[in-house]
């Protein structure tokens, strides 16, 4: 059970204008613009669901992920995940969670995954019987046999994010936080880290968020959609309820897939 | 502590990878403490004291210093290289994880390479104890090896500050090496050759002397007080606003994210 409450957060951010007369008066004298990352944020997720965050960039998506994730400490709001605040139990709440950054690798560059595996196991304390066990069932359920004994820096990215994947499972997290887990990903690997996510969600009742830019991740995986924009959540809902707002609009067009349908809405919404 | 052996297994395994630049890099560093060695050499072969301190103890010290600074090098990289981890965002995996963060900061990042120049400072030992004319006895061995110790948990806590300004600053502030790299070049010499202020300086505020001059009169038996070989474990005070500064800082980044 996740509950974020009222959670906002202001970054200070240094603003200046081009060229080297406004750099060297910079230097002295800052101007800052204060940006709300996150606006009175709220939502709730219940045990098992499977939910898709998504929103323009920089619309404060990452920044909800490291506020759950215990990273990052809002200024003002209440967050409880699974009866934790997770900024103020970070350690005790980091065994129960498991983050993939897409586009940062946890794995070791130069040694076979496994070995990698091996230590995240001693990192969280994983005890060998259930390690073997989670080992065994992400080996089967990723195609990891191959490539466990290969060096991470020799993997393809679409195999590098499996085995990333899998590494943040080895602890049977009750949660996992997946901020865009196919960027870059070929259409083969894409298909098989949905499937995956899928089969997870069903086999271990795992709690899923996911943020994506692709709407195909969402269409094949989530039931419930979260659309955050300016700091804002604006829609809470299924892909289908939010389909059936974007066709009241006017000028909608009937056929228009699901990435235009996004876009629109986007425009539409003024993120 | 088991934990942070299983880190050096793995990261011994990725540098022997790469095992050329492994040993070319371990060779690099001891040429260049090598150049600082002839540096004390050639020192000696104009004069032949200074300060009243001869070659052989002259270069105890070096031995020392060079010892401590090269194992805080390779141990504490981590928090040497502390900007790098900021910028790649490898300390927000460090944040999920259920473990201390400095502890993982120190994992994360071992040099084995440095350990060239520990080797070196191994063989200047191996010349100087038996030269530099110390009647060794069980407590001046006690007091060397605490020297060794402690000098390398005080160059450690320099990293530390070095990587907890990071935190405010984004970019490391190269201002720290006076004190790091600088450390070790004035090291070679007892602190006393420097004068009364820098002697202070180095006692007080950031407390090299404590390992490095007055436990090393001890050795030559000049100290003035018997209690000058009991110095090295006081430098540890030093790690205290270390950690506090570190907390500091993990708790700045974890209110700003950035």
Redesign the interface.
């Known amino acids: 059970m996740i509950e974020l409450r009222g959670i906002s ?1 202001t ?2 951010v240094a603003r200046r204008n081009a060229g080297f007369a406004e750099a060297a008066r910079a230097l002295f004298r800052r101007e800052y613009e204060y940006v709300r990352a996150l606006d009175e944020v709220c939502f709730a997720v219940e045990t098992g669901e499977m939910v898709g965050y998504i929103g323009p960039n920089g619309a404060g998506k990452s ?1 909800t992920i ?1 506020v759950m ?5 809002p200024d003002a709001g209440e967050c409880t995940i699974d009866g934790l605040t997770p ?1 103020k139990k ?3 709440h ?2 129960r ?1 498991g ?1 993939v ?1 897409g ?2 690798s ?1 794995l ?4 076979p995954v496994v ?2 595996f ?2 995240i196991r ?4 994983v005890d060998a019987a259930e390690y073997k066990r989670n080992l065994e069932e992400l080996t089967e359920l990723l195609e990891l046999s191959q490539i466990m004994r290969t ?1 991470a820096r020799q993997l393809s990215l679409g195999q590098r994010m499996r085995c990333e994947i899998a590494a943040s499972l080895l602890h049977s997290p009750s949660i996992l936080f997946l901020d865009e887990p196919t960027i870059g990903l070929d259409a083969v690997s894409k298909l098989a880290v949905r499937a995956f996510i899928k089969e997870l969600n069903a086999r271990r009742k795992t709690t899923v968020i996911l943020t994506t830019h692709d709407m195909n991740d969402i269409t094949a995986l989530c039931e419930r959609v979260l659309l955050i924009g300016r700091g804002r959540i604006l829609f809470d809902g299924s892909f289908g309820e939010l389909r059936g707002l974007y066709r009241e609009a006017p000028g909608a067009d009937p056929n228009a897939s699901s990435e235009e349908l996004v876009a629109a809405l986007y425009k539409e919404m003024k993120i | 502590m088991r934990l942070y052996f299983k880190y050096l297994g793995i990261q011994l395994r990725c540098q022997m990878q790469h095992k050329g630049s492994f040993f070319l890099n371990m060779i690099g560093q001891a040429l260049t403490s090598l150049t600082t060695f002839l540096g004390v050499y050639f020192m000696f072969l104009r004069f032949h004291t200074v300060a009243g301190f001869t070659f052989e103890e002259v270069l105890l010290c070096f031995a020392t210093v060079l010892l401590c600074f090269s194992a805080a090098e390779c141990f504490g990289r981590g928090f040497d290289a502390f900007s790098r981890m900021l910028g790649n965002g490898q300390f927000d995996r460090i944040l999920v994880r259920p473990r201390n963060e400095a502890l993982q900061v120190l994992g994360t990042n071992v040099d084995f390479t440095r350990l060239g120049r520990f080797l070196e400072a191994l063989a200047v030992f191996a010349y100087a104890i038996p030269k530099c004319g110390v009647a060794w006895t069980w407590d001046k061995a006690a007091t060397l090896l605490m020297m060794l110790v402690c000098g390398t948990a005080v160059f450690i806590g320099l990293f530390v500050v070095y990587a907890s300004l990071c935190f405010f600053t984004t970019e490391g502030l190269e201002f720290i090496n006076i004190f790091t790299d600088g450390g070790r070049e004035f090291g070679r010499y007892p602190f006393s050759v420097y004068g009364g202020r820098v002697l202070k300086f180095f006692t007080f505020v950031v407390p090299l002397a404590l390992f490095q001059y007055y436990p090393f009169l001890y050795l030559l038996g000049r100290a003035q007080h018997w209690w000058y070989c009991l110095l090295p474990p006081i430098s540890l005070l030093f790690l205290i606003p270390c950690r506090f500064l570190w907390k500091l800082g993990v708790r700045h980044f974890r209110s700003t994210g950035s």
């Open positions: 957060k970054y200070k920044s490291k994730s215990g990273i990052l400490t900024w970070r350690r005790e980091a065994r969670i983050v950054f586009q940062r946890q070791w560059w130069d040694v070995d990698s091996e230590l001693d990192i969280y304390e060096p």
